[in-house]
């Protein structure tokens, strides 16, 4: 018997719902371990249905070893004893389906954990049964099969001296990749995914999906040949129930590609998480290498996504997640007009086609770090340090990257309240809390009309409300300029105008006549005037003769 209960859930529920993403160890600690939990999550059940959110999708919980903070999966039907036990989660699903909240979980397909038991079966010898649940080459004179490199720096491929062969591993050395050309493999997987299915979850989203039909001996990571095929396959075997959601994380994605991912057929998954809107200020193909936000550029991107999957496929929306820097320190301003910016960045953001993802503390105007390379935890951060030191990079450029760039931006503890370490935990945390908790945290935000978290709350029930952000046509308004970003939606029977500066400095915006007797739906000051103030941001609604 199913232990939460969705039934009631319409097919493509998703297309109307926000989710929020939670990073467990740092959302909230029950025990005073320092690290956040399950039952820290379930006590802040009431926090996120006031907020208005539909389905948490949760950062992996899985038994880990936890060397990328639970993306190194060592069993993937057992929950992490650093989380809690399996009557946790049980609780979990079920307080959440209460609240009409889903759960979904993070599906870590791409790799495993070096310890989990089929690596270290694999590992044992050639004929082991487990063996081609990896893969394997010989290397080349004493060296790796080819010269690949990991995301997380150094070789791609590993030595295991016993067997004398060299494992492929996108990420770090203890996330062996999974070799999808193994249909033995592939059962398994779908195997664990119904587990999950059968315990309640009502959906999935799949790391790195994009990479799972690699072919090393061609350099082919992401988009393999055969990737749909298996995502086909994947999907007919687990998710067919039709209130299952599915997200697909995909740095690879162009929109051509995200119509086949999110094709209305349902064939392969309800949507991807993209990320070019993400990559606009990087340069040299890497993320440490910075240059600023050109805003047109930025909205093209946009227009491209908006336009490409209208009556196609389905976008997911979002501005943060675990892995990118806070977007309020990022594309808006963290100082004088934090609150101001955040509500802007949002205003731009739920406006548009798609379903929302709200990353932990989005819903505060949560900002980055500044911190030196001691107090920094994420492998990433740490190996790219040592790497750029190494290549001769002064302290104070890599900082500067690290800073602006670096995964824990998005990871210190969540901050609840102006309490010792912003009510996180009663122990210490895993990492500092950022220091600016004693005025940024929710205590002081859920009860107050103006703060973020108000704001956040009633764009999500501005969504429910008007069909026109589910179903509107897209075209954007003053292409070149600069420090504004416009664009209308539009049904048949409705018209929606969204209008956002980017800037710290006032701006000319004359709406349409069209507007004129338009219902001002939301604005971040409260109020409209002539000339658009430092990141003002508003939306007009005109129903249609
Ligand atoms: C994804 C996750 C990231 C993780 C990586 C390897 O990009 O979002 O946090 O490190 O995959 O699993």
């Not at 310890?115 to 004929?127: I, Q, S, T, Y």
């Not at 057929?265 to 290498?289: I, P």
């Not at 300029?481 to 209008?499: G, M």
Request: aromatic share 12%.
């Amino acid at each position: 018997m199913r232990q939460g209960t969705h039934r009631e859930l319409p097919p493509q529920w998703w297309r109307k719902a926000v989710f929020y993403q939670i990073y467990p160890r740092s959302f909230c600690d029950s025990t005073g371990s320092g690290v956040g939990d399950l039952r820290g999550i379930v006590s802040k059940l009431d926090y996120l249905q006031t907020l208005g959110i539909d389905g948490i999708w949760l950062s992996p919980v899985c038994a880990s070893p936890q060397v990328d903070n639970g993306y190194d999966i060592s069993d993937y039907c057992a929950i992490d004893p650093l989380f809690g036990s399996m009557e946790d989660m049980e609780e979990l699903i079920r307080e959440a389906a209460e609240r009409k909240i889903a759960i979904i979980l993070d599906l870590v397909l791409n790799h495993s954990s070096d310890r989990h038991p089929w690596f270290l079966e694999a590992r044992k010898g050639r004929d082991n049964p487990y063996h081609d649940y990896y893969i394997w080459r010989e290397g080349k004179d004493g060296c790796p099969p080819n010269d690949m490199r990991s995301v997380f720096g150094g070789s791609a491929w590993s030595y295991v001296p016993e067997l004398g062969l060299y494992y492929f591993h996108q990420f770090s050395p203890a996330q062996p990749d999974l070799n999808w050309d193994n249909p033995k493999l592939r059962r398994e997987l779908y195997d664990s995914i119904l587990f999950w299915v059968k315990k309640g979850v009502r959906g999935f989203r799949l790391d790195v999906i994009d990479q799972i039909a690699k072919e090393p001996d061609s350099y082919i990571t992401i988009n393999g040949p055969k990737l749909h095929e298996y995502l086909r396959e994947l999907s007919a075997a687990c998710f067919q129930e039709s209130s299952i959601v599915t997200v697909g994380e995909a740095w690879g994605a162009n929109v051509e590609r995200a119509r086949q991912y999110s094709a209305a057929d349902g064939s392969e998954l309800s949507m991807v998480f993209q990320f070019e809107h993400m990559g606009l200020e990087q340069t040299d193909g890497s993320k440490w290498n910075r240059k600023p936000l050109y805003l047109p550029e930025l909205k093209h991107c946009y227009e491209d996504w908006q336009q490409g999957l209208h009556g196609y496929g389905w976008n997911s929306l979002f501005l943060n997640n675990h892995d990118l820097p806070r977007i309020v320190s990022r594309w808006g301003d963290d100082g004088q007009y934090r609150v101001l910016s955040a509500k802007m960045l949002a205003t731009m953001l739920y406006g548009m086609e798609g379903t929302p993802f709200i990353y932990q503390g989005e819903e505060l105007g949560m900002t980055n770090i500044s911190r030196e390379i001691g107090e920094y935890r994420d492998l990433e951060t740490l190996n790219y340090y040592e790497e750029a030191r190494q290549a001769g990079l002064s302290h104070e450029r890599i900082m500067d990257s690290v800073h602006s760039r670096s995964r824990d931006n998005a990871r210190t503890p969540m901050q609840w309240s102006a309490a010792a370490q912003g009510g996180f935990t009663k122990g210490e945390a895993w990492m500092e809390v950022n220091e600016n908790y004693t005025f940024i945290n929710a205590e002081s935000q859920t009860d107050r009309e103006d703060s973020v978290f108000s704001y956040y709350r009633k764009l999500i029930r501005l969504r429910k409300e008007r069909e026109i952000f589910t179903e509107g046509s897209f075209r954007l308004l003053l292409p070149e300029d600069e420090r504004i970003f416009a664009y209308e939606r539009e049904s048949e029977r409705e018209k929606l105008l969204v209008v956002c500066n980017f800037s710290g400095n006032e701006q000319t915006f004359t709406p349409s006549h069209e507007y004129e007797t338009g219902r001002c739906l939301i604005s971040n000051y409260g109020d409209l005037d002539k000339c658009l103030r430092p990141y003002e941001a508003y939306m007009i609604y005109v129903q249609k003769a």
